[in-house]
């Protein structure tokens, strides 16, 4: 336990001061969710009049959306750090040391949740100002920045997995694009569940992003259905769980293979 505890919190630090050393890469990784946010509300604005989408704000509808998408979008993406600590030995050098394998994993899991609950409180800050006023008050918000958290856990655990199995920033590119954007479009981020196509609300069911943006949206009704939200939550947290368990795996395979 002690091993981990050390290994979680230096490496931990290690990719926050990272992370930090590149202050464009913040800027716009906190701005492109207001943009995302602003220019959708703006473009799809009208679309709470189709018959049956039941809601009178597309912003409100929104904002939970693009919590989501954002912390897809930054964890899928998180694998590509991990190529490269490949490629310069980073990884072999944790390898030769004491260090528990799981704490290497669970520290860059954590920076990724970081930076997806700043960015999701952003995302619910800005919805505000604009006219959203969240129903489940602070305590739905914060169930908001918990499912975003666990979906970015979830995909940064994946992405890493890829990362060690691949070892190549072309295969992470093709395969962070084969999995986003299916699984965004077979959500309901941009439109109302029951407006999608019936194959399409099938694979919603079954979809990560439609849990966490049905939990979010849930948090943040005027009178929330919690058992709903707790339901949709630990299926996040099992989701987050079986990609870590793959993520352990394939680090153990390329152990194997030095």
Request: glycine residues 8%.
């Amino acid at each position: 336990m002690r091993t981990f505890a050390l290994t979680f919190s230096h490496l931990a630090l290690r990719h926050l001061r990272t992370t930090a050393r590149i202050p464009i890469f913040v800027a716009l990784t906190l701005f492109q969710p207001m943009v995302w946010l602003l220019l959708y509300g703006q473009l799809f604005h009208k679309a709470v009049q189709i018959p049956g989408f039941a809601a009178t704000s597309y912003i409100t509808f929104l904002a939970p959306g693009v919590a989501v998408m954002s912390a897809l979008f930054g964890s899928i993406w998180s694998g590509m750090g991990t190529v490269g600590d490949i490629k310069e030995g980073v990884i072999d050098r944790y390898l030769t040391t004491p260090a528990s394998r799981l704490g290497i994993i669970l520290s860059r899991l954590a920076i990724a949740a970081l930076q997806v609950a700043v960015q999701t409180v952003i995302i619910v800050a800005i919805a505000t100002i604009v006219g959203s006023t969240p129903g489940g008050g602070i305590p739905g918000a914060a169930l908001v920045v918990a499912a975003a958290a666990l979906l970015a856990c979830g995909f940064g655990a994946f992405s890493f997995g890829v990362a060690m199995l691949a070892r190549r920033e072309e295969t992470m590119i093709g395969v962070a694009n084969f999995v986003t954007l299916p699984l965004t479009f077979m959500s309901a981020i941009f439109i109302a569940r029951n407006l999608m196509p019936h194959w399409m609300q099938i694979g919603a069911d079954a979809n990560p992003l439609q849990w966490a943006v049905t939990a979010a949206r849930g948090s943040l009704n005027s009178s929330p259905d919690w058992a709903a939200v707790a339901g949709y939550g630990l299926l996040l947290a099992a989701f987050a769980t079986a990609t870590t368990a793959f993520a352990m795996w394939s680090f153990v395979r390329y152990q194997r293979t030095l």
